[in-house]
Nanobody, 119 residues
Framework: QVQLVESGGGLVQPGGSLRLSCAAS????????MGWYRQAPGKQRELVASITAGGTTNYADSMKGRFTISRDNGKNTVYLQMNSLKPEDTAVYYC?????????????WGQGTQVTVSS
């Protein structure tokens, strides 16, 4: 079992920056791949960025060059640094990880944090 708690969302003007944090419970964090997803009103949840246990990162095309995912295993925390924010980045951002359990991958989600980009 893993519990994920996001923080750091808020209202920011276009072109601004935010850093989201996701704190994970448990002692297995360093072995987990982690991801950030987002869901805008009326749209499906989509992958923003992911990071493996070894630190390899992956980004959705629209976020490349603007967003950076990182992790601090000593703090059981994964971060999403978001720069050059656009109104279309407005969404609820969710932290995610997956655990192998009962012969399948099980998703764990945080409660989400709202990011609003508006002037």
């Amino acid at each position: 079992q893993v519990q994920l708690v996001e923080s750091g969302g808020g209202l920011v003007q276009p072109g601004g920056s935010l850093r989201l944090s996701c704190a994970a419970s448990g002692s297995i964090f360093r072995s987990l791949a982690m991801g950030w997803y987002r869901q805008a009103p009326g749209k499906q949840r989509e992958l923003v960025a992911s990071i493996t246990a070894g630190g390899t990162t992956n980004y959705a095309d629209s976020m490349k060059g603007r967003f950076t995912i990182s992790r601090d295993n000593g703090k059981n925390t994964v971060y999403l640094q978001m720069n050059s924010l656009k109104p279309e980045d407005t969404a609820v951002y969710y932290c995610n990880t997956k655990l192998w359990s009962e012969l399948r991958w099980k998703d764990y989600w945080g409660q989400g944090t709202q990011v609003t980009v508006s002037s």
